[in-house]
């Protein structure tokens, strides 16, 4: 199995908790997109990888064309994604990406729930970064594709994937960040439905914290998802194996 596979299978935590959160999340994401390119998801790559990710959370078509309508007009909200680096308990690293409209706002609060928690501390944007790897990840339900494994992994090859893990229920597909419009294309050339289609970043080192740090780290994890203008947090926490 891929590390990307094995990462999100040892992760304990959903990123899409509620559904309330689901849908004000991909509402931003659409708004986003929109105002960087346009309402046409047909030209707007960003916005075609928002619209994939509502149908996979089931968010009904008419908020999704609500979203995108007000998100085209003169009063549109104006949101933004702003990224957060810092570390948590025993040296786990943080990577933290929110969308807001009040960026003020969004870092005193980061910053408290680092100061929270033992061991917290906000560093600098792009300290961090070599700690993880900006991958595509593209997640296919076998339920709703008929997929011949043999043939579909060789077709992800040509369209440049990286690993192509089959799991009991679904298909975790791992690209480069730059090929990451190149295995979109292929799948929907091959009239595969996405789930959902995201632009990640996989820890390139893990640790294993022991018992007491852990239930700290996982009352930090918390925290930042409760946020509202967190839209994704990543970290490098090592889940595969019991912690003691």
Known sequence: ????????????????DRMAKQFS????EIAIAVKENGP?????????????????VNMPKDNVERAIKK???ENAENWEEVTYEGYGKGGVAFFI???TNNTTRTVANIRAIFNKFEGGSLGKNGELS???????????????????AEQFELEMIDARAEDVDFGEDEIFITSAFEDFGSVQSKLEKLKIEI?????ERLPTILKQPNADDAK???KMLDKFNDDDDVFNVFHNIDFSEEIT
């Open 1 to 16: 199995m891929g590390r990307a596979f094995e990462y999100r299978k040892a992760s304990k935590f959903a990123r899409w």
């Open 25 to 28: 999340r991909i509402g931003r």
């Open 40 to 56: 046409n998801p047909e030209a707007n790559t960003a916005l075609k990888r928002a619209i994939q990710n509502a149908k996979g």
């Open 71 to 73: 998100a085209s007009g």
């Open 97 to 99: 990406e929110c969308t």
């Open 130 to 148: 070599f700690l993880f790897d900006r991958k595509g990840i593209f997640i296919i339900e076998t339920k709703k594709n008929v997929i011949e």
């Open 195 to 199: 789930k959902s289609a995201n632009l």
């Open 216 to 218: 700290i780290l996982i």
